[in-house]
């Protein structure tokens, strides 16, 4: 009786001590918009992709032309196939960290044949970032593990590749901007 008293606690303390190892607590996505929003866009995309160039900053413009009704959560899905998918969706993250992962985001979109390690720094110096907290988050790969929870996040979903989109829990086709601005918005009356 005496031992099986000493190996609950010991039972109790392993299993803590193991289901909180690896654990990435951090897996929130970039949110734009309010809070408690009636419409709920979450966007799984790939900095890299040519589609998601394309449509991720439409996305994001309507979010932003309507910020009482939508919220947007971006969560990044980078392909194995593109080079430097995974690394500026980190350096995103690290961006964000300091305020501006958004207008990281739209210059990733924007300059997608240019990616690669000195443009992720250049970028973050010419948003005036702190370079030196940007190069320590990039170096460690302090946002690995979220990135990771997102593509992982993504899969359960069966995301069939990006940009995809959900609404309200739906996956939905991209129909342009014009349409989708119409459909969020006759989804929150």
Not at 88 to 96: L, R, S, V
Not at 99 to 119: C, H, I, P, R, V
Not at 151 to 162: M, Q
Request: net charge negative.
């Amino acid at each position: 009786m005496k031992n099986k008293i000493i190996l609950i606690p010991i039972f109790i303390l392993s299993t803590l001590v193991l289901t909180s190892c690896g654990k990435v607590t951090d897996i929130k996505p970039m949110s734009l918009g309010d809070a408690d929003a009636p419409v709920v866009i979450e966007e799984f995309s790939d900095v890299q992709c040519p589609a998601c160039g394309q449509i991720s900053p439409q996305v994001e413009d309507v979010a932003r032309s309507n910020p009482d009704i939508v919220r947007l959560d971006f969560y990044h899905f980078p392909l194995p196939y593109h080079e430097f998918a995974f690394i500026g969706a980190e350096a995103a993250e690290c961006a964000g960290d300091q305020g501006k992962g958004w207008e990281y985001l739209a210059q990733e979109y924007a300059n997608q044949t240019s990616l690669s390690n000195d443009f992720f720094m250049t970028l973050a110096e010419n948003l005036k970032l702190n370079t030196e907290t940007f190069k320590t988050c990039m170096d460690d790969h302090i946002k690995k593990g979220k990135i990771q929870q997102h593509i992982l996040l993504g899969k359960e979903r069966g995301i069939p590749g990006t940009p995809t989109l959900f609404v309200n829990g739906q996956m939905v086709q991209w129909p342009g901007a014009d349409q989708f601005d119409a459909y969020l918005k006759s989804l929150a009356k």
